[in-house]
């Protein structure tokens, strides 16, 4: 299938919404039977209290990041494809903040890498949200660490 650079499908940050389809799209191909996403969406509620909106900022290396993240998954999970992406900006209730894809020959591996994929990013990716709460109060949540 190739080595971890040509198994990356996408690995970005946008301003624009973001699609599931879009993603299993990228990373389809006959030689795997299993796709397994994520798709993390703007919930109502945080730690009991009401969610109004998020904004998302990313650092201006988060594009970069997002890429070697999406390469070290290929790279940790041979015969795997892999496609991410954040968004940033402002987002609603629904709204798709983060959305994953990976195919792999069988599911299990597929399953991992996906996991994985969506915890490094979490971990890894300087992006920040700002949270803002029915009651008009807000806060910063690091997606770092």
């Known amino acids: 299938m190739g080595d971890a650079a ?8 946008s301003e624009e919404p973001l ?3 879009r993603m299993i799209s ?3 191909d006959p030689r795997c039977g299993a796709v397994v996403t994520f798709d993390g969406v703007v919930r109502d509620h945080d730690g009991g209290r009401g969610v109004d909106r998020l904004e ?3 650092h201006p290396s988060a594009g970069t990041v997002i890429a070697e993240v999406a390469r070290e998954i290929a790279a940790r999970y041979p015969d795997t494809l892999v496609a991410v992406a954040h968004r940033h900006g402002p987002l609603v209730i629904g ?3 983060l959305v994953c894809a990976v195919a792999a ?3 299990k591996q597929a399953f991992a890498a996906c996991d994985d994929l969506v915890d490094t990013v979490k971990q890894r ?4 949200k ?3 709460f029915d009651d008009g109060a807000a806060e910063w949540v690091g997606a770092l660490g």
């Open 26 to 28: 990228a990373v389809t």
């Open 95 to 97: 709204d798709s903040a």
């Open 105 to 107: 020959p069988h599911r």
């Open 125 to 128: 990716v300087p992006i920040w």
């Open 130 to 132: 700002h949270q803002i």
């Open 19 to 21: 699609a599931v389809d």
């Open 6 to 13: 040509e198994r990356t499908r996408c690995g970005e940050i």
């Open 56 to 58: 998302y900022s990313a």
